[in-house]
């Protein structure tokens, strides 16, 4: 008999404003044991030294995890110009330097050519998987080995800042798998001069801004309270950018069922992704075929247990 998974029912997202120094995992742990919640998940890795926003799902929320990790995300950064180091960020040793420094005016004219459909690299020291091993794991044995180029939709990436002639501050406005690191590591090679990330902050991802988000100390200090449920965002933000379309109840019941049920639109086609809700309740998200939605996710909403106090 399979073991019953411990804690709360409990759905919808809470924001951290995750601190350097810890990993995603760590921060989905935590929050996860702050609500007592049966499940748990995030929307979207941080590099243990990056801080920002780190949505975490939990319950049914974790069924819209896929529609923030494809959403936009915004990153601010600083690139240290004149150095290239093994890991592309500080935490790596300096491999190559430059006493060459651009202008402010080359830096710019260098960004424009990261913006649009773009290919990258990962870094060496990263979860990608090379013959079923993580990347890290390989370069930190000091094996060798081939990484292969990855598509990125880059929006916008410009300067906000120049502090000195060995930095300068970025903003990118990115789609999924974007790897910063691989970013500021390119634009010093375009550059001629080398380049690492030494500070990286995401400041929103898809609906959620780190405005909105709980650091770790409000966190452990509303622990195990309604006050930290109070936070709890509604699992529908995720699905935002989708159509809403509405339905019966009876359409409603078949969704919940895993069958196509009829919806109400006249503005989507046939194969749109959509979603409906009843009461403000999300009941399912999938396809528009022929006037109904074919379910590929259904929502069940039970009711949340109560914190004891």
Known sequence: MARRRKGR???GWIVVDKPAGISSAAVVNKVRWALDAKKAGHAGTLDPEATGVL????????KTVPYVTDA???YEFTVRLGQATNTDDSEGEVILQSDMRPDDETI???LNGFVGDIEQIPPKFSAVKVDGQRAYALARAGKEMELTARPLFVESLIMLDRPDQDHVVLEMICGKGGYVRSIARDLGNSLGCYGHVIELRRTWAGPFEVADGLSFEQIEKLARTPKLDSHLIPLEV???DLPKVPCSAEAAAR???GNPGMVIS???SYGDACWTAVDGQAVAVGIYKSGELHPNRVFLHSGT???QT
């Open 9 to 11: 029912d409990i759905s």
């Open 266 to 268: 006249n503005d989507l």
């Open 255 to 257: 969704l919940r069922n």
């Open 72 to 74: 936009l995300k915004a």
């Open 55 to 62: 949505a975490v799902a939990l319950g049914e929320a974790t």
């Open 108 to 110: 710019k004219e260098a």
């Open 238 to 240: 995720a699905l935002e």
């Open 305 to 307: 247990t109560a914190i």
